[in-house]
């Protein structure tokens, strides 16, 4: 269901929307317009186009329709006057809000007419049309499952059966509108099962590699910000990249050999969003653990983007969130072909030796990051000699899986063998140690 067999070529005519957002009390005026352009580009990433923006200030959102009746009247003339088909709110709605909109807004017209949907559903719908993987898919269906279905009024099926797809309707929407609620359980529950299974596996490879003594690095950052063009230009992993948000949703790693010989695991995964709904977040648990799992975190920062430093804020908590904020960081300012940053006064608790400028397209500063790495990898790991006897064999053997051997001599009653060893190693095989 979820993404199957969507592409974002299906809708040819691009859907136009008018944007809605509330500025409560509790908000800093100059952040919603920010969020409003980014709401924009998520509507484009899905295919849409954006017609108008219409906006309200208010002490707080209206229980029943968000907006109050005045702007509901305002909206309801908009949309008519300009054949609008779609509305799309920046805040969250419940799904009694959007029932009670859709029904003001189309008057007594029970099916086709206006759809509302919310920036929650319109991220849903993108990660639907990129996921690619079967854990991907399955937690996005999920989620839209569990988001998405409640909202989906029925307005809007007629055109989505039209067009292959409409904003919001791909994924199990529209399945959703023609099943009861058992049927709705029984596939969450299907869902959560096989997603279980899957997390079972991951977590196997994962403790593979939790082994393995090489330093596992996350690539993490705010959504188009570079990470799938550093992991291209650092590997040859072929990540897809694109100027489009949420590119990447499932996590790719590839072994990179820094120019000393010593080799690293770079993980790339799905980008950081502001106001990531907390149903993704749990829906992509297993795929940002990896995040939470890794040694030390990549932090891309989109140097060109004129909102960089909020967007780092932004993953600043979502990596706190994940259990993540005390790993050692490197913060890598990106596309510096085109804007480089003064990274003075640095932002709080960024040390100066933590940051560096980059390329990923160009190339540029990536010498400098491979020295970070280098000296990212050596910290915390020693080069040791250790004279192992001949009768304890199985120090050599777990040496070979929890270290990096460099050289082993035999000798009549010992072995001495020189190898790379982390910490931990160290501490455990102390007595070898000469
Ligand atoms: N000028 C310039 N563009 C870059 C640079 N790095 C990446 N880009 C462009 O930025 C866009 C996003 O790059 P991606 O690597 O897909 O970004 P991402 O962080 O993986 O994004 P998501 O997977 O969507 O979260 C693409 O169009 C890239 O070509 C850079 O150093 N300079
Ligand atoms: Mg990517």
Same mark, same amino acid.
Do not use: H, M
């Given at each position: 269901m979820a993404g199957t067999e969507n592409s974002e070529n299906e809708t040819a005519v691009p859907q136009r929307a008018v944007l809605v957002s509330v500025l409560t009390d509790s908000e800093i005026e100059s952040e919603y317009e920010s969020s409003l352009d980014e709401l924009e580009r998520l509507l484009e990433t899905a295919g849409g186009e954006s017609f108008a923006r219409l906006t309200q200030i208010r002490p707080s959102p209206d229980p029943r329709t968000c907006i109050g009746s005045g702007k509901v009247e305002e909206l309801r003339e908009l949309c008519e006057r300009n054949d609008i088909q779609l509305v799309v709110f920046d805040c969250e709605l419940t799904p009694s809000q959007i029932r009670s909109l859709e029904d003001d807004i189309n008057?007594? /017209?029970?099916?086709?007419g206006i759809c509302v949907i919310d920036r929650t559903m319109l991220i849903l719908d993108i990660f639907a049309l990129h996921a690619v993987t079967s854990e991907g898919k399955l937690q996005v269906e999920l989620a839209q499952l569990k988001y998405t279905s409640p909202r989906l009024?029925?307005?809007g099926i007629t055109m989505s059966r039209q067009q292959g797809g409409n904003i919001a309707m791909r994924g199990p929407g529209e399945t959703k509108l023609e099943t009861d609620r058992r049927h709705l359980k029984r596939r969450i529950d299907a869902l959560t099962d096989a997603l279980a299974t899957m997390e079972k596996n991951r977590a196997t490879q994962r403790s593979q590699r939790e082994r393995s003594p090489i330093l596992k690095c996350a690539i993490a950052g705010y959504t188009n910000a570079g990470k799938s063009t550093l992991l291209n230009r650092l590997t040859d992993a072929g990540a897809l990249t694109e100027d489009k948000l949420f590119a990447t949703l499932d996590p790719t790693t590839r072994r990179y050999t820094l120019p000393d010989g010593g080799e690293i695991l770079l993980t790339d995964t799905v980008g950081f969003i502001r106001r990531l709904p907390h149903q993704l977040v749990n829906a992509f648990r297993s795929t940002l653990d990896e995040v939470s799992y890794a040694d030390a975190v990549l932090v891309i920062i989109d140097a060109s983007d004129p909102e960089h430093l909020e967007q780092l804020e932004v993953t600043r908590s979502l990596l706190a969130e994940l259990g993540a904020a005390d790993k050692p960081v490197l913060y890598i300012y990106n596309k510096c072909d085109i804007s480089y940053p003064?990274?003075?006064?640095?932002? /709080?608790?960024?040390?100066?030796? /933590?940051v560096v400028r980059i390329s990923a397209l160009t190339g540029e500063g990536i010498d400098e990051l491979t020295e970070k790495l280098m000296k990212l990898n050596a910290d915390g790991r020693s080069e040791v000699v250790m004279r192992i006897p001949n009768t304890d064999g199985g120090v050599l053997n777990r040496l070979y899986t929890q270290a990096v051997v460099r050289d082993v001599e035999y000798g009549s009653e010992y072995m001495t063998v020189r190898a790379s060893v982390d910490r931990a190693v160290k501490g455990q095989l102390a007595q070898y140690i000469i």
């Open positions: 008057g007594k /017209e029970k099916s086709g009024t029925g307005r003064d990274i003075n006064p640095l932002p /709080e608790g960024v040390k100066c030796s /933590e």
